[in-house]
């Protein structure tokens, strides 16, 4: 079957083996109402027959020759087992829908079509028949010939396929709300199931999409982080895994605005099936004002220049600096010089401010500095801005005095004169 039936199988394993079993069996128990010795017989070599397909010959010999047989219902479960072998699930639905035709109340039959709902063409009819066959197999009661232990154990993997189906059909019919609430139960039963983990992570998606209720996102990507993740008992085949993993990425990369932190979101999705109450994760718009408030904290002057420059190049740069900031005092900035003009004794001092080498600043002054500087002196400078260029980038600042820049070096101290030599007598 596909990899949904081969995953399913592998986590809830054929727990009901046991009624299949006493289902068959209980033909015998019913006394001596066979049509013929013959008919007996063929009853006999098919619980033999280890073939799957000479046991489907020898089921429709059985069924041709004896049509009206009082063994008809024991006959149907050995069909629906044998196209179980032969790995026919379409035959098994249809050979499903006859026994529940003759007893609604059948659990082997319900729990079969029950878990091949998902496997059908999706319809009307086939949700109808799904989501009946699951309603049923939650009310069933315990046969009288079952053994209260193996119910108990028989019942939790019904159940929890009867609540993953009415998962599926609630989402085919974008029910998203239902969906999530079914999915919620298989995992509280069956907690490492990553197809679940998914398909709980995809129905609250849905409700967030129409909801608008963006909070729930950190969901998602919970249970879309341990469908990926997940490994060990209930892990998604190696061809179901990529493409899940690849959405996964794909959404955290566009929610987060990088990969930073996927990791750790990985590892907690393996570790809990389900997150914390008020669990959430950082958005791409929080994660960038988080880095903006510590930038502020530890680089202050450079996050103030920052935010100038970030209103000066948008688009209203220009309205921005003549309405808000042409001579207006602005607190004391650090930078770099680049050049000096003239160069031994400056009076326009370009500095650069968001690196080393590219100028942002030209400082004006009325007093020539009294020396010159290296390019890439720090300096801190207080001034009142004047002019702004956009192309090429550039603010003057008028600088009342010298003494409103720091860090300028200072100036060489005068050579001394040479003594003066002695006239000869």
């Known amino acids: 079957m596909s990899h949904h039936r081969s995953l399913m199988t592998k986590i809830f394993g054929i727990a009901l083996v046991s009624l299949l079993a006493a289902g068959a069996v209980s033909a015998q128990q019913q006394g001596p109402q066979w049509k013929d010795r013959a008919e007996y017989d063929l009853y006999e070599a ?19 020759k004896y049509p009206q047989s009082d063994y008809k219902s024991a006959r149907q479960q050995f069909y629906l087992l044998t196209y179980k072998d032969l790995n026919q699930p379409n035959k098994m639905w249809d050979t499903a829908k006859q026994i529940v035709a003759d007893n609604p109340k059948d659990i082997n039959a319900l729990y079969w079509l029950t878990l091949l709902a998902e ?24 046969p009288a010939n079952v053994a209260d232990a193996d119910w108990a154990k028989a019942k939790a993997t019904t159940d929890a396929v009867a609540y993953k189906t009415l998962g599926f059909i609630a989402a085919q019919r974008k029910n998203w709300a239902e969906a999530e609430k079914q999915y919620r139960k298989v995992l509280e039963m069956t907690p490492n199931f990553a197809q679940v983990s998914y398909s709980l992570g995809m129905a609250i998606y849905q409700q967030v999409l129409e909801t608008k209720n963006v909070d729930r996102q950190s ?7 341990r469908a990926a993740s997940l490994t060990g008992q209930g892990e998604l085949p190696p061809a179901n895994r990529k493409p899940v993993d690849d959405y996964f990425v ?4 566009t929610y987060r605005g990088s990969s930073e932190g996927i990791e750790e979101l990985r590892a907690l999705g393996k570790a809990k099936t389900f997150p914390d109450p008020g669990f959430h ?52 900035l650090r930078g770099w010089v680049v050049s ?16 080393k080498e590219t100028p942002e600043i030209t400082l004006k002054l009325e007093t020539a500095m009294a020396n010159k500087a290296d390019a890439g002196t720090e300096i801190m400078f207080e001034g009142v801005p004047t002019e702004f260029t956009k192309e090429p980038f550039n603010v003057v600042f008028e600088v009342e005095s010298r003494d409103k820049i720091e860090g300028w070096p200072a100036p060489p101290p005068p050579a001394k004169k040479a003594p003066a030599r002695k006239k000869k007598k």
């Open 250 to 253: 794909k959404f955290y990369n």
């Open 340 to 355: 000096g003009t003239p160069e031994a004794r400056p009076k326009e001092i370009k500095v650069a401010i968001m690196d």
């Open 219 to 225: 969901e998602v990507l919970h249970h879309l982080a």
């Open 46 to 64: 098919i619980t033999k027959e280890a073939n799957p397909q000479k046991k489907l010959e020898s089921l429709n010999t059985w069924a041709e």
């Open 119 to 142: 496997t059908q063409p999706v319809s009307d009819d086939t949700l109808s028949t799904g989501e009946k066959a699951a309603q049923g197999l939650l009310s069933a009661e315990k």
């Open 281 to 332: 994760w950082d958005t791409k718009a929080e994660v960038a004002a988080k880095k903006e408030r510590e930038f502020a904290e530890s680089n202050p002057r450079l996050a103030l220049w920052k935010n100038i420059k970030d209103q000066l190049i948008a688009d209203n740069g220009e309205q921005y600096f003549e309405g808000q900031m042409k001579n207006a005092a602005i607190p004391q």
